[in-house]
């Protein structure tokens, strides 16, 4: 009969999911525990009752919510969106040095594989939140480094070399005539500058300083390397890395508390079926 009743809790228990069963042996109620149990009097109703407060919670899932182990609950999903996002973030920053301002599109098109894979995280304990300001995140990200790139680029890269200051040029933009600063550099190639701070029509041939790209992929920066003011957009792009990592571990936190909490739950629904 004893050989009987090991074999019915053994059967019971592997029906169970396998994060109900993981959830029994944390809270100390494995199968040896409940093979113990039903050795005694009564003992198969009482093992009957545990294991049916746990097939209960497993079964109370709400869409979205994250299956499989507990030690890896809420972790895969927000590290596979934050993965996605940085990826994307690097590939726009990286399409930057070939595209320019276009880069921002390239950004945008990653932005629908992060936003696929925010999709596929949990909705609960506070993850729908989370889930759309990591993605809000991402995109305040790719916008501002496609306009601070350049700057951040000449910062990190230039050289501060003395120029020339060369005829400007002039071009029609949206129904006015705009005049554009350009520098001579001492190989004696001619460059409109980057960030047309100043007005140079009236200083042609002066000599001045200015943050050249030895690579040549950007325009000079007329004035030294300090006065490149790009602290607004670093501020405003750190921010938004800093919401980028900060809100999936969050959301981790979140779903392994929500986990233990359920998990605590049901041992307190065991200790009651066994006494």
């Given at each position: 009969?004893?050989?009987?009743?090991?074999?019915?809790?053994?059967?019971?228990?592997?029906?169970?999911?396998?994060?109900?069963?993981?959830?029994?042996?944390?809270?100390?109620?494995?199968?040896?525990?409940?093979?113990?149990?039903?050795?005694?009097?009564?003992?198969?109703?009482?093992?009957?009752?545990?294991?049916?407060?746990?097939?209960?919670?497993?079964?109370?899932?709400?869409?979205?919510?994250?299956?499989?182990?507990?030690?890896?609950?809420?972790?895969?999903?927000?590290?596979?969106?934050?993965?996605?996002?940085?990826?994307?973030?690097?590939?726009?920053?990286?399409?930057?040095?070939?595209?320019?301002?276009?880069?921002?599109?390239?950004?945008?098109?990653?932005?629908?594989?992060?936003?696929?894979?925010?999709?596929?995280?949990?909705?609960?304990?506070?993850?729908?939140?989370?889930?759309?300001?990591?993605?809000?995140?991402?995109?305040?990200?790719?916008?501002?480094?496609?306009?601070?790139?350049?700057?951040?680029?000449?910062?990190?890269?230039?050289?501060?070399?003395?120029?020339?200051?060369?005829?400007?040029?002039?071009?029609?933009?949206?129904?006015?005539?705009?005049?554009?600063?350009?520098?001579?550099?001492?190989?004696d190639s001619v460059h409109r500058v980057f960030s047309n701070r100043e007005?140079?029509?009236?200083?042609?041939?002066?000599?001045?300083?200015?943050?050249?790209?030895?690579?040549?992929?950007?325009?000079?920066?007329?004035?030294?390397?300090?006065?490149?003011?790009?602290?607004?957009?670093?501020?405003?792009?750190?921010?938004?890395?800093?919401?980028?990592?900060?809100?999936?571990?969050?959301?981790?936190?979140?779903?392994?508390?929500?986990?233990?909490?359920?998990?605590?739950?049901?041992?307190?629904?065991?200790?009651?079926?066994?006494?």
């Amino acid at each position: 009969m004893a050989s009987e009743d090991e074999r019915s809790v053994d059967d019971l228990f592997a029906e169970l999911p396998e994060d109900g069963r993981r959830t029994l042996e944390q809270v100390g109620m494995g199968l040896p525990e409940l093979r113990r149990i039903a050795a005694g009097q009564g003992g198969m109703r009482q093992v009957r009752g545990i294991l049916s407060e746990f097939t209960a919670t497993a079964d109370r899932r709400r869409r979205g919510d994250d299956e499989g182990p507990v030690q890896r609950a809420a972790v895969w999903p927000w590290l596979r969106l934050f993965l996605v996002a940085v990826a994307g973030a690097v590939v726009c920053a990286l399409f930057h040095l070939v595209l320019g301002g276009l880069a921002l599109l390239v950004g945008v098109a990653c932005g629908v594989g992060v936003i696929m894979a925010a999709l596929r995280t949990r909705e609960s304990g506070g993850g729908l939140v989370l889930r759309w300001v990591t993605v809000a995140a991402y995109f305040v990200l790719i916008v501002v480094a496609s306009y601070a790139s350049q700057e951040w680029y000449l910062r990190l890269r230039g050289a501060e070399q003395t120029v020339t200051i060369a005829e400007p040029s002039h071009e029609w933009s949206h129904g006015a005539r705009q005049t554009y600063c350009r520098v001579r550099l001492p190989d004696d190639s001619v460059h409109r500058v980057f960030s047309n701070r100043e007005n140079c029509a009236d200083r042609v041939g002066e000599r001045t300083t200015a943050v050249v790209d030895p690579s040549g992929r950007y325009g000079p920066f007329l004035g030294a390397r300090s006065e490149i003011d790009d602290t607004v957009e670093t501020a405003v792009a750190l921010g938004a890395l800093g919401v980028l990592v900060l809100a999936p571990a969050c959301a981790v936190a979140l779903g392994r508390s929500r986990t233990r909490r359920n998990g605590t739950s049901g041992a307190n629904g065991a200790s009651g079926a066994t006494e």
